[in-house]
């Protein structure tokens, strides 16, 4: 396994100059080729994958660890538009870390970009989210114990309720 970055190859992000990395491995057989075997509509037909290796970076499978996506703008047509989209300011050439919805934001230096899977499988993620954060997820959705109205947003670049 050898794990890196792989570009998202969502059409109608990348023609307007948005691009997102999503944290992947690719696989290196024993002649030394490497292979990325992704079953993704968005890759169906394609003869390659954009890929860059990260030598730091490494998903766990045991705890339930993986890592935020990265997305920067090739312009400021298309960082503004984002920016007013989800209320904060962002510039073009400048990568971020993202949560998978897209809807929230940090710095690269003001986050690991780590997450925690919430699944079945996790349960002590799921423990340590409820403890941190006060939240629950019900029904697929991450929503408050009740103690407060508003969630805390860095309990989503923490914890992600989804294993894909």
Do not use: C
Request: negative net charge; proline residues 2%.
């Amino acid at each position: 396994m050898v794990n890196g970055w792989l570009l998202l190859r969502i059409r109608k992000f990348n023609e307007v100059g948005m691009y997102a990395w999503a944290f992947h491995s690719i696989w290196r057989t024993t002649d030394g080729e490497l292979l990325d075997i992704t079953d993704d509509k968005n890759y169906v037909g394609s003869e390659y994958s954009t890929f860059w290796y990260d030598a730091v970076r490494t998903v766990d499978l045991v705890e339930g660890i993986n890592y935020n996506n990265v997305m920067t703008f090739g312009n400021d047509a298309i960082a503004n538009h984002f920016s007013t989209a989800i209320g904060v300011k962002l510039a073009s050439g400048v990568p971020f870390w993202t949560t998978q919805s897209m809807k929230h934001v940090r710095p690269l230096d003001m986050h690991s970009g780590q997450y925690r899977w919430i699944t079945s499988n996790y349960p002590n993620n799921i423990a340590r989210m409820e403890e941190r954060y006060n939240v629950k997820v019900v029904n697929g959705k991450l929503t408050s114990n009740g103690l407060s109205d508003q969630l805390h947003t860095d309990a989503e670049f923490d914890f992600s309720i989804s294993s894909s």
